[in-house]
C-alpha cells in the first residue's frame, strides 16, 4: 500500500467518531454574469469544498462576445425549471438581463419566491449605466432582492461617479446577525479604512452586515451617513443579499482581504439555509490550507507540463498526485462533516506531502533540462572549435594568402625613383 494512502487509512482508524457525521452535500450554484467575474466564482468553487455548481456568463466582456455567452446559455444553463430548482443558490454577478429571457427571469423568481433558493447580486443595481441597470429594476427578479433597485437609478447621485459613497468600512456587530463578517471585525476594519462602490438603498426589513460611513445623508438608509455594502433579507421562505461593489473589486480579492472566501462562503451558506459555523476564525485557518493546497496543485501541473515537453516521463508523478487527491477528499469530508481540527491535521499531512511531490516535479525537471544543456553545451563548443580553427587557418597560418614575390620590372621602377 503506497505510505501516504496507509497514513490516511489510520487517520480513518483514528478518527470513527469524526466520520460518524454525515457530511453535508455542497450548496449547488448558478453563477452568472459578467465574463469579467466569472473566474473568480470559478476559483471560489475550486477551493471551497462545500461549494460546486455551474458557471455561465451572461454579460460581454473582454474576448467573450454575444454568440459565446448565447451558445454557454444553451449548453450549460439549466434547460427547465425543475433543473434549475435543484440548485440551492443564485449568483448574479453583474448580469445583462438582456441575454436572460422573460421566461427564465421568472423561472429564478419563481425558485426563490416559492422554493426558498438563497441568492445575492452584485454591484447594487448591476452597473453603473442605465442600459444594464434599467432593465434590472424593472425585471421581476430585483423584487426578490434587498436593495430598491429602481429607487438607486433615481437618485441624485447615482451615475455620478465623484459623489458615490466612499469612506472606511464598518462591520455591523450587532450580536442577532448571523455571522456572515461579524467575526472578522477587527481585521477587516482596519484592512480597508477607504472603500466605496455604487450607493445601495436596502429595503424595510433588511439586516446588513457592512457598511461604508460615507457620510451621504440623503439615501433612504436606516443608518444615516452609511451607505449598505453587504446587506440581507428574508424574502418569503428565502434569504437573498445585495453587495454594493463587485466580484473583482479589492474586498473580494484574496491577496487584498483575505477573509473573502469566509464571507462569500458565508453568504452562500446562509442562502442555502445551511448553518454557519461558529468559530468563524478557525475554519479561516483551515481555509487558507485548502486554499494553499489548490494553489502549489496548480503549480506543480505547471512543472509537469513544462518537463513533459522536454521529453520527461511524468506518469508515476501524476498518479501520486491521484493519490494525493484521494487524501484530499478525506479532508474535504472532515470539513463538511463540521469535524475542523480533524480536517485541518490532515490537510497538514496532504501539504507535507505535496511539497515533497513538489520537489521531486522539479528534480525530474532538472533531469529533463540536463540534457537540453549537455546538447546546448555541445553545440556551443562545437561551433566555437569549428570557428576558431577557420579563423586560426586563415588570419594565422595564412598559407592562402603569402605575400607574392617582387618581378624584375617591379624592381626596376623602384630603382628609377
Same mark, same amino acid.
Given at each position: ?7 490516511g ?7 470513527p467518531?469524526?466520520?460518524? /457525521? ?8 448558478v453563477g452568472?454574469?459578467k ?6 466564482i ?9 461549494i ?11 474576448s ?5 455567452i ?9 434547460r ?5 430548482i435543484?440548485y440551492?443558490f ?5 448580469v ?14 419563481d425558485?426563490i ?6 441568492g ?13 441597470s434599467t ?6 427578479l430585483?423584487d426578490?432582492f ?10 441624485s ?5 465623484i459623489?458615490?459613497p466612499?469612506?472606511p ?5 450587532d ?18 479604512p ?10 424595510p426589513?433588511?439586516?446588513?452586515h457592512t457598511?461604508?460611513?460615507?457620510g ?6 436606516p443608518?444615516?451617513?452609511y ?5 440581507e433579507?428574508?424574502?418569503?421562505d428565502a ?8 466580484v ?17 462562503t458565508?453568504v ?30 496548480? /503549480?506543480?501541473i505547471s512543472v509537469?507540463?513544462?518537463a ?8 508515476d508523478?501524476?498518479?501520486?498526485l ?19 481540527d480533524e480536517?485541518y491535521?490532515?490537510m497538514?499531512?496532504v ?9 521531486n ?28 580553427g577557420v579563423?586560426?587557418f ?9 605575400? /607574392? ?6 624592381s626596376m621602377?623602384?630603382?628609377?625613383y
Open positions: 500500500m503506497h505510505p501516504r494512502i496507509l497514513t487509512s489510520i487517520l480513518l482508524l483514528l478518527l467518531i469524526a466520520l460518524c /457525521a454525515e457530511p453535508m452535500e455542497p450548496v449547488q450554484i452568472t454574469g465574463a469579467q467575474g466569472m473566474p473568480f470559478r476559483n471560489w468553487i475550486l477551493i471551497e469544498p462545500s460546486d455548481g455551474v458557471i455561465v456568463p451572461t454579460r460581454e466582456s473582454g467573450v462576445g454575444a454568440r459565446d448565447e451558445r454557454l446559455m444553451r449548453i450549460y444553463f439549466p427547465t425549471f425543475e433543473d434549475l435543484s440551492d443564485l449568483f448574479l454577478a453583474q445583462d438581463m438582456a441575454f436572460i429571457s422573460p421566461k427564465r427571469q421568472q423561472w429564478m423568481y425558485a419566491a416559492e422554493h426558498g433558493l438563497g445575492v447580486n452584485t454591484r447594487s443595481v448591476m452597473s453603473m449605466q442605465t442600459w444594464w432593465p434590472w429594476a424593472e425585471s421581476v430585483s426578490a434587498p436593495n430598491e433597485a429602481m429607487a438607486v437609478i433615481r437618485s447621485i447615482y451615475g455620478v461617479s459623489t458615490w466612499s469612506g468600512l464598518v462591520v455591523e456587530d450580536e442577532t446577525l448571523a455571522p456572515v463578517a461579524r467575526p472578522f471585525k477587527d481585521r477587516l476594519e482596519d484592512l480597508f477607504g472603500y466605496g462602490g455604487l450607493p445601495t438603498i436596502p429595503r426589513g433588511s439586516k446588513v457598511w461604508i460611513r460615507s451621504i445623508r440623503d439615501l433612504s438608509s443608518r444615516p451617513g451607505t449598505a455594502h453587504i446587506f433579507w428574508q424574502y418569503n434569504v437573498t443579499f445585495t453587495f454594493m461593489d463587485m473583482y473589486d479589492n474586498f473580494w480579492r484574496s491577496n487584498i482581504n483575505p477573509f473573502s472566501l469566509d464571507i462569500i458565508n452562500m451558506w446562509r442562502g442555502a439555509h445551511r448553518e454557519l459555523p461558529e468559530d468563524g476564525l478557525k475554519v479561516h485557518v483551515l481555509r487558507d490550507r485548502l486554499a494553499y493546497y489548490q494553489q502549489e496543485k496548480t /503549480a506543480v509537469f507540463d513544462f513533459e515537453t522536454f521529453g520527461a516521463n511524468t506518469v508523478l501524476y498518479r501520486e491521484e493519490d494525493l487527491d484521494e487524501e484530499k477528499r478525506l479532508a474535504d469530508d472532515l470539513y463538511l462533516s463540521a469535524e475542523f480536517a491535521q490532515q497538514e499531512i501539504i507535507d506531502e505535496l511539497n515533497k511531490l513538489s520537489d516535479a522539479l528534480k525530474l525537471k532538472d533531469q529533463a533540462l540536463l540534457w537540453v544543456y549537455v546538447i546546448e553545451y555541445l553545440a556551443v563548443a562545437g561551433t566555437s572549435m569549428v570557428c576558431g579563423l586560426w586563415l588570419m594565422i597560418k595564412r598559407s592562402l594568402y603569402r605575400e /607574392a614575390g617582387v618581378t624584375r620590372r617591379q621602377r623602384h630603382e628609377d
